[in-house]
């Protein structure tokens, strides 16, 4: 009985609901929701309090939009006492037509009813006089056998009653369960994956369906939301229609309105012929599409179907059109938050570096982004030529840099590329190009701009190394994991010098450099965090592991390293961002 008065709360927006029952010299409260004490502790009101004794006695429901307007109930002690504005309330009755009650909506506000509101209401209400019904039922059934042992044949017929009962009870409660875990389960949705896996399991009881699709609009087509952890057929065969196509779930799209198909013999006689196939291939007999409604625009369709004939009486299509409301809110939601995660990504990708010709180095990236939908991250390359040794002579140095912006949203993303943007102004503004002057500058930029960059990086140049072959390895490492270096003969080591992070209450600080040849056939390996770290692993561990898989395949072509990297076990769904940056002297 709680349950349905938390149901009326939600379905209604109203702070208080209760369910009553009037006696003599008082009104039980049995399920309520939003009373002040004392009446929430006692679960009763005096005779003087009880609002709902005319329905009781006329059966028939009252519907009061301002107490304090009507002469007959705004001195009621009940109105008063209960902060009784806005006042609704639905008999409840028993098998034979007896009123025994109410199920009660109260506002502290004036309120015009809506039809809509108080349809629901009426429906919460006929499925409450149902639990009611049982309950009674089941009283005197087993009053009845006590009493009238030889009255058989009554007996059966009060318990085919009891059942029936039983089973119209259970689908209202079923119904209201729907309501109750939509509102609840559809509340904190984070993309339309999450909504898509929310909505299948929302569906229970006798009346389950075979299978629920979500089908989202896009201009002129309709398509279906795959469920990412069920490998149904539905989402095999048909991903998308055309609004103009003769399905059920296109048509409620066109015509913006629920459509019923009860049989099969409907389907054949209202749509075409790859419609009926499809639905034969699939195993339909009945379905339901319920359009979904955002705040502007009509955003899909819900379509519920099921394997055998399934005969939806009004309850149940109120409910389900319930439902969908809680639905649509979701997809609306999700779909925004889709959409500013897509555009953050975008933003992200479009400001790494295009990899700049090098005819004495080979040079080659990987970026990844998570495998969570709307984790966006602040981790970036970068790669440039520093100015020319002399006029139309060949490339001089190469700046490279790997780093990893602290955050997982827009803001990080934003950051990363002011940082990036700033360390590139501060190294072509320091000759002769210095990593640790560069980190240096940008350390006391940040410290007086408006800027919260914190994270790691390493910031490094390469310069050839004269008569000797190779090239000369000149970094400084602000906190971030170590770059690993592999020499022609197959070992790898770990640059492992480095200094504090980038963060702005460490405040300017003088960072360090180290230097290091690279014979030719050396391949250097920059990276992020997102490559060895995963919940549950040890980090020592997977860079053990990387730095022997570089060992193995590094004097393989590049673009093949970079996808050995990323298809290494450990690294199946990543949960960060991975930027990987691989140079080969040749």
Known sequence: MDRFARLVSRLLRVPVAFVSLVEEDRQILPGMYGLPQPWAASRALPPSH??????????????????????????????????????????????????????????????AWGDGELSDLEDLAAACSAELCLRILSAQSRSAQKVLETARAAAERARTDAQRLEREAQVGLDHAELLLRSSEELAQTSGLEDVRRRVRDLFV??????????????????????????DHTVEREVLTLPVDAAFPSTRAMRERRAVFVPDRETLVADYSPEAVGFCDRMGFTTVLCLPLWGSR????????????????GVTERATLTAASGYIAQAVERALYLDDRISVARQLQEAMLTDLPLASHVDISALYQPAAVGDMIGGDWYDAYHLPHASPGGEPGALMITVGDITGHDTHAATIMGQVRSMLRQATLDHPPYSPATALTALDAACSVLPVEASGTLVHAR?????????????????????????????????LAEHDILLHPDLGPYLRTEARRHLPSGSTLLLYTDGLIERRGHDIDASTAQLVALLARHGDRPLAELLRRISGRPANPAPEDDVVVLALRVP
């Open 205 to 230: 009881g006798a009346g389950k369906p075979s299978y629920v699709g979500l089908l989202v609009a896009d201009k002129d087509e309709l398509h279906r939301v795959p469920d990412p952890d069920i």
């Open 462 to 494: 390469l310069d050839p190394a004269g008569d000797s072959h190779g090239w000369t390895l000149t970094w400084s490492n602000a906190g971030h994991p170590p770059p690993l270096l592999r020499t022609p003969d197959g070992r790898v080591a770990t």
């Open 297 to 312: 625009a009509l955003l899909g369709v819900l379509a519920v179907c099921w394997a055998k004939r399934h005969e939806v």
């Open 50 to 111: 009880a609002l709902c004794r005319s329905v009781v006695a006329s059966g028939r429901a009252l519907i009061v939009p301002d107490a304090r307007t009507d002469e007959g109930l705004r001195d009621s002690p009940g109105v008063v006492d209960l902060g009784v504005v806005a006042y609704a309330a639905m008999p409840l009755a028993d098998g034979d037509g007896l009123v025994l009650g109410t199920l009660c909506a109260v506002d502290h506000e004036p309120r």
